[in-house]
């Protein structure tokens, strides 16, 4: 396949370990989840050892890349079941076209209403929406690199490509600027467990903690903003 190829196609959609989907970028080479399951992987990193970690509402989250809106949809659920006001903003470069969102099996698979999933797609760029009472979401069509980040966060949801790929995304400088608009003691979760990340996160000033990872994966990271 060609590089003119590879960015014409649309990502493929893919079964992992645990029966959810993940989407295979051509362009790029890599997945978007982890192939030993992408929603117990979503939930361990995200959930598990970010969400569930905040005190207090609103939760003001971070989110850098939305991707197939996964993280997005487990943590919409989350706050549903607790009456928890969310406030979700998150950078997505370029969007997925609605016709791959429509094969996606998370709803299906989560018992939850395909319509609230399809809303998170659907809401408008660039313009806060109530997607339920508990939960708004600002979605920003832009570069992590080169974006303004609004408001203040207690949660950071990082979530893009690896440093194999995309190195330019996990660099100390762009760290920094997402470490300054989060508040004291807010939390930064990650997949990733690199020791370029760690050496990066903690020159951006955080406080980086090794956590066991998902299965399949060692470890993962958190770090907090002293």
């Given at each position: 396949?060609?590089?003119?190829?590879?960015?014409?196609?649309?990502?493929?959609?893919?079964?992992?370990?645990?029966?959810?989907?993940?989407?295979?970028?051509?362009?790029?080479?890599?997945?978007?989840?982890?192939?030993?399951?992408?929603?117990?992987?979503?939930?361990?990193?995200?959930?598990?050892?970010?969400?569930?970690?905040?005190?207090?509402?609103?939760?003001?989250?971070?989110?850098?890349?939305?991707?197939?809106?996964?993280?997005?949809?487990?943590?919409?659920?989350?706050?549903?079941?607790?009456?928890?006001?969310?406030?979700?903003?998150?950078?997505?470069?370029?969007?997925?076209?609605?016709?791959?969102?429509?094969?996606?099996?998370?709803?299906?698979?989560?018992?939850?209403?395909?319509?609230?999933?399809?809303?998170?797609?659907?809401?408008?760029?660039?313009?806060?929406?109530?997607?339920?009472?508990?939960?708004?979401?600002?979605?920003?069509?832009a570069d992590l690199r080169t974006c303004t980040f609004p408001?203040?966060?207690?949660?950071?949801?990082?979530?893009?490509?690896?440093?194999?790929?995309?190195?330019?995304?996990?660099?100390?400088?762009?760290?920094?600027?997402?470490?300054?608009?989060?508040?004291?003691?807010?939390?930064?979760?990650?997949?990733?467990?690199?020791?370029?990340?760690?050496?990066?996160?903690?020159?951006?000033?955080?406080?980086?903690?090794?956590?066991?990872?998902?299965?399949?994966?060692?470890?993962?990271?958190?770090?907090?903003?002293?």
């Amino acid at each position: 396949m060609t590089e003119k190829e590879k960015k014409r196609s649309l990502p493929e959609i893919r079964f992992t370990e645990d029966r959810s989907h993940t989407l295979w970028d051509p362009y790029l080479e890599e997945g978007y989840h982890s192939r030993h399951g992408a929603v117990q992987e979503s939930k361990h990193v995200f959930i598990r050892h970010g969400y569930r970690q905040v005190e207090g509402q609103p939760v003001r989250i971070l989110e850098a890349g939305f991707g197939t809106g996964l993280n997005a949809l487990l943590t919409l659920a989350e706050c549903m079941a607790e009456g928890r006001q969310v406030e979700y903003t998150t950078v997505e470069l370029s969007p997925l076209p609605e016709e791959v969102v429509e094969q996606l099996n998370y709803p299906d698979l989560l018992g939850l209403d395909k319509e609230l999933f399809l809303q998170l797609h659907r809401s408008p760029w660039g313009e806060r929406t109530w997607i339920t009472k508990h939960f708004s979401l600002l979605k920003l069509p832009a570069d992590l690199r080169t974006c303004t980040f609004p408001g203040a966060y207690d949660l950071v949801y990082y979530d893009a490509f690896s440093a194999a790929v995309q190195p330019e995304l996990w660099t100390p400088e762009l760290f920094s600027q997402i470490a300054s608009r989060m508040v004291a003691g807010g939390i930064l979760v990650t997949y990733a467990a690199r020791g370029s990340v760690k050496r990066a996160l903690r020159q951006a000033g955080l406080q980086v903690e090794r956590l066991p990872g998902p299965p399949g994966k060692r470890e993962m990271i958190r770090a907090v903003k002293p």
